[in-house]
Nanobody
């Protein structure tokens, strides 16, 4: 069972930056798809960034491209650096992991393990 724990959320003014961290209970994240999702009240969960397993690359939602960066910080840690934050980035942010060997990394059904979430609030 893979456990994930997010940290680093908080409140910031528009234009500011935050760094989220996801600590995994196993040192196997390189073999998994690791992703950050977010969900605002009344909206569907949105995948904002993903690192593909085995170093196959990264991708971002258009809404955060150029402002957010996902990175593997250690064998058990994934980070999300968020810059130029906007009020519309306000949401609960979740770290998610696929099973080892998962071939696709898009959308929530491909992610078997989830953290509890960390709140990000951006004020104008």
């Amino acid at each position: 069972q893979m456990n994930l724990m997010e940290s680093g959320g908080g409140s910031v003014q528009a234009g500011g930056s935050l760094r989220l961290s996801c600590a995994a209970s196993e040192h196997t994240i390189y073999r998994r798809c690791m992703s950050w999702f977010r969900q605002a009240p009344g909206k569907e969960r949105e995948q904002v960034a993903v690192i593909y397993a085995d170093g196959r690359g990264r991708s971002y939602a258009d809404s955060v491209k150029g402002r957010f960066t996902i990175s593997q910080e250690a064998t058990d840690t994934v980070a999300l650096q968020m810059s130029s934050l906007k009020p519309e980035d306000t949401a609960m942010y979740y770290c998610a992991s696929s099973r080892i060997g998962q071939p696709t990394c898009e959308s929530t059904p491909n992610f078997a393990y989830w953290g509890q979430g960390t709140q990000v609030t951006v004020s104008s």
